[in-house]
């Protein structure tokens, strides 16, 4: 991020001295992690991004941090803050913090790169897993569909809240499992699968049983309930992965779900005109 300090002035007058304790570890200059303080004149309505942004423009230029949008949309941001893992552009620091410090770290269970940035090489690598995307044996129908897929909005209801991840890392960071077993698919990447394995669009269920049906998988959560806590968007990881281990269940037991099929395009609708088409796909399939 960038900007100056005038980025930083506000109409209000009135601020308040916060104590910000930032974890530093600087591979390149000295390989032992400890904390700087730094004393923040932080105004009403200030986010832990906004602080974090204060001290680099004004106090000390390597604190180094990642953050993109400033929206709880990217999820870029996510930190430990004060022992639980947020995102710092949504998290205020006077009205909901409420302390005289605020002590930020890297998220937990996982690498550090440097100071509060962490490498979520784990978390992409086990997302990458489960294959996000509709899966079809008919591979003329995953990669180049004639028309839509099939799906009533039911049914549409019965993955939608999983569909809401940012990839944020902060429900692998609050798993204890995670931090006890690193070959632990994760939360993020259980949620995904199952949300994907529920879209009536998708016939990947048995592929993805591949990665998900063991000892370091679906059935490794302890439904501890921390994902769910720390999960910014409310997708509710916990809920999803209890969900996915009734699904295995099922279709275990004989329960068999035949995939969507392409939607019959009305014979008397015809293309608008001037309406551009869609671009040409830049990866080829």
């Not at 947020?86 to 620091?93: E, G």
């Not at 790169?113 to 995307?133: N, S």
């Not at 293309?271 to 399939?285: F, H």
């Amino acid at each position: 991020m960038s900007g100056t300090t005038d980025s930083y002035k506000t109409n209000f007058t009135e601020t308040k001295d916060i104590v910000f304790k930032i974890f530093r570890y600087e591979p390149d200059v000295n390989p032992k992690p400890h904390f700087d303080t730094f004393t923040v004149p932080v105004v009403k309505g200030w986010t832990v991004l906004d602080a974090v942004m204060y001290i680099k423009e004004n106090l000390d230029s390597t604190v180094s941090y990642r953050a993109s949008c400033r929206m709880g949309i990217c999820g870029s941001c996510a930190m430990e803050i004060n022992g639980k893992p947020r995102l710092a552009c949504q998290t205020q620091v006077i009205s909901e913090l409420r302390s005289k410090e605020v002590v930020i770290k890297p998220l937990a269970n996982y690498p550090v790169l440097r100071d509060v940035v962490p490498d979520l090489t784990p978390l992409i690598e086990k997302h990458a897993d489960v294959r996000p995307y509709i899966l079809r044996k008919d591979k003329k129908v995953e990669v180049n569909p004639k028309g839509e897929l099939y799906q009533t909005p039911d049914q549409l209801e019965e993955y939608l809240q999983f569909s809401y991840c940012i990839k944020c890392g902060a429900c692998l960071a609050a798993c204890p499992v995670t931090g006890a077993d690193v070959k632990f698919i994760g939360p993020q990447a259980l949620t995904q699968s199952y949300r994907y394995s529920v879209d009536t669009r998708d016939d990947g269920f048995k592929l993805r049983l591949e990665v998900m049906d063991h000892s370091h998988g679906v059935w490794h959560c302890h439904f501890a309930g921390a994902c769910s806590e720390a999960c910014p968007k409310g997708v509710d990881p916990a809920f999803a992965i209890q969900l996915f281990k009734r699904e295995i269940t099922a279709r275990k037991f004989g329960k068999e779900v035949e995939p969507a099929r392409l939607a019959r395009q009305p014979a008397d609708v015809k293309r608008r005109e001037n309406i551009p088409y869609a671009p040409e796909k830049t990866v080829k399939q």
